[in-house]
C-alpha cells in the first residue's frame, strides 16, 4: 500500500518556475515507478514524466521534454517535479501515482496509487 501527497502547486507567470513534491507512505515507494500526470478543464488526464525505482531512467511527454525534470529521493520517501519556462498550457491539476511493476510508465491505466492532485495555474 502507497499512500500519496502532492504538494507545492500554485499560481505563477508565464516563463515562471515551480516545484512539485509528492511524499509517499508504504514500503513499495522504493521499488515503484513514479509517475506524475495533470488534467486540464475539460481535457483528459495525460501523461507528463516518469522515474523508474532507481532514479536512473526517465520519461517525458514531449510538451515538458526540456522544460520539467523528474526526480526521487527515495531516503526521503519523496518525488519531484522541476517545472520551469511554464507556459499558460502547462495550466492543470497535476497528480503523482505509483506504478509497482513499472511496465507501463506513460500509461495511467498502469498505475497502482494516485495522490489527491495539486493546482498548477499559469498565467500570461
Known amino acids: 500500500q502507497v499512500q500519496l501527497v502532492e504538494s507545492g502547486g500554485g499560481l505563477v507567470q508565464a516563463g515562471g518556475s515551480l516545484r512539485l513534491s509528492c511524499a509517499a507512505s508504504?514500503?513499495?515507494?522504493?521499488?515503484?515507478?513514479m509517475g506524475w500526470f495533470r488534467q486540464a478543464p475539460g481535457k483528459e488526464r495525460e501523461f507528463v514524466a516518469a522515474?523508474?525505482?532507481?532514479?536512473?531512467?526517465?520519461n517525458y511527454a514531449d510538451s515538458v521534454k526540456g522544460r520539467f525534470t523528474i526526480s526521487r529521493d527515495n531516503a526521503k520517501n519523496t518525488v519531484y517535479l522541476q517545472m520551469s519556462s511554464l507556459k499558460p498550457e502547462d495550466t492543470a491539476v497535476y497528480f503523482c501515482?505509483?506504478?509497482?511493476?513499472?511496465?507501463?510508465?506513460?500509461?495511467?491505466?498502469?498505475?497502482?496509487?494516485w495522490g489527491q492532485g495539486t493546482q498548477v495555474t499559469v498565467s500570461s
Open positions: 508504504g514500503r513499495t515507494f522504493s521499488r515503484s515507478t
Open positions: 522515474i523508474n525505482w532507481s532514479g536512473v531512467s526517465t
Open positions: 501515482a505509483a506504478e509497482v511493476d513499472g511496465r507501463t510508465p506513460r500509461d495511467d491505466r498502469g498505475y497502482d496509487y
